[in-house]
């Protein structure tokens, strides 16, 4: 890594791009030798600079090999605890999934008035999901990205671990939320409720010349507008939180490394936003779940008043 803090921190923010470079890209080398290429080339962005040159197609190896592993990681630990629950004492695991299925269905019974069975499960999934992969912020910033370094032998190799601090993954599973209230918009209210709750909603003068002269395109706007910063509101806030709290800890990891004064310094404030950081990372799973819920349930809302 390099030595400055400007170089640290750019590279603990640079995810691990894999993209497409066209041939007759020029590559430049840490030694600053620079290699053209004769064609093109898949492969793994050496600076943020090619990551930006990739384009929108480059894939982030390291949040998509994260947040699918952790994925798999709870989803395995929820089905050991399924398979293995008993009716007599249970385990401290078993004692933890009771209640974080008791809770969610709680919160869920509490937003969601509608029958659809596959809403408490995908609210589960998500707080948990989001929970494991905010987690991985809490885990001492150099440790990971210098073990992968050190297994690559690539001492420049970018390895971001916190999946939810980047917007790619935020705003996919915000989009995929999205999505669903679509369907669900669709499927409770009919194509045609549907384009009538984006249209004839907030304004209505009841007059057909005014409503389909002015006041559809009016609430057309006003509606498309409400419907598409949902999405984007709930993958960003997300992003946003996770971010800055990743940015805090390597400004921590800067100071560990100047002098002894600031490394004390570091050491004392690293533990303390760790402690605080516990809050955030559960709140924010938390809001994700409750928000999605939230649209759920206004996707099954067949008032015409709403």
């Known amino acids: 890594m390099s030595g400055d803090s400007t170089g640290y921190i750019q590279h603990h923010l640079q995810n691990m791009a894999y993209g497409k470079l066209p041939q007759g890209y020029e590559r430049h080398d840490t030694d600053g030798t620079v290699?053209?290429?004769?064609?093109?080339t898949w492969t793994l962005a050496h600076s943020s600079q090619e990551a930006i040159d990739m384009g929108f197609m480059a894939f982030h190896l390291d949040s998509l090999g994260w947040s699918i592993g952790l994925g798999l990681v709870f989803s395995f630990l929820f089905w050991r605890v399924a398979k293995n629950a008993t009716s007599g004492v249970p385990s401290g695991?078993?004692?933890?999934?009771?209640?974080?299925?008791?809770?969610?269905?709680?919160?869920?019974?509490?937003?969601?008035?509608?029958?659809?069975?596959?809403?408490?499960?995908?609210?589960?999934?998500?707080?948990?999901?989001?929970?494991?992969?905010?987690?991985?912020?809490?885990?001492?910033?150099?440790?990971?990205?210098?073990?992968?370094?050190?297994?690559?032998?690539?001492d420049h190799l970018f390895f971001k671990v916190v999946p939810t601090t980047d917007p790619n993954i935020t705003l996919g599973m915000s989009f995929t939320v999205f999505f669903l209230m679509i369907f669900f918009s669709i499927k409770q209210?009919?194509?045609?409720?549907?384009?009538?709750?984006?249209?004839?909603?907030?304004?209505?003068s009841g007059k057909w010349y005014i409503d389909f002269t002015i006041l559809i395109w009016v609430n057309?706007?006003?509606e498309t507008v409400a419907l598409i910063s949902k999405p984007i509101?709930?993958?960003?806030?997300?992003?946003g939180n996770l971010y800055a709290g990743e940015m805090i800890f390597i400004l921590f990891g800067v100071m560990l490394g100047s002098s002894l004064v600031l490394s004390g310094a570091g050491?004392?404030?690293?533990?303390?936003?760790?402690?605080?950081?516990?809050?955030?990372?559960?709140?924010?799973?938390?809001?994700?779940?409750?928000?999605?819920?939230?649209?759920?349930?206004?996707?099954?809302?067949?008032?015409?008043?709403?």
């Open 35 to 40: 290699n053209v290429l004769s064609e093109d």
């Open 233 to 239: 509101s709930l993958g960003l806030r997300l992003f």
């Open 220 to 222: 057309l706007i006003l």
């Open 93 to 154: 695991m078993q004692s933890f999934v009771e209640l974080l299925v008791s809770f969610i269905d709680g919160v869920v019974k509490d937003i969601f008035h509608y029958k659809n069975r596959m809403v408490a499960p995908m609210a589960l999934t998500i707080f948990s999901w989001v929970l494991i992969m905010n987690v991985m912020d809490l885990v001492p910033v150099d440790w990971l990205p210098m073990g992968a370094a050190w297994a690559s032998g690539n």
């Open 267 to 306: 050491i004392f404030l690293h533990l303390g936003w760790a402690i605080f950081h516990i809050l955030v990372i559960a709140l924010q799973a938390f809001v994700f779940m409750v928000l999605t819920t939230v649209y759920m349930a206004m996707a099954h809302d067949v008032d015409e008043e709403h």
């Open 189 to 204: 209210k009919g194509l045609i409720g549907f384009i009538k709750e984006l249209t004839m909603h907030p304004f209505h």
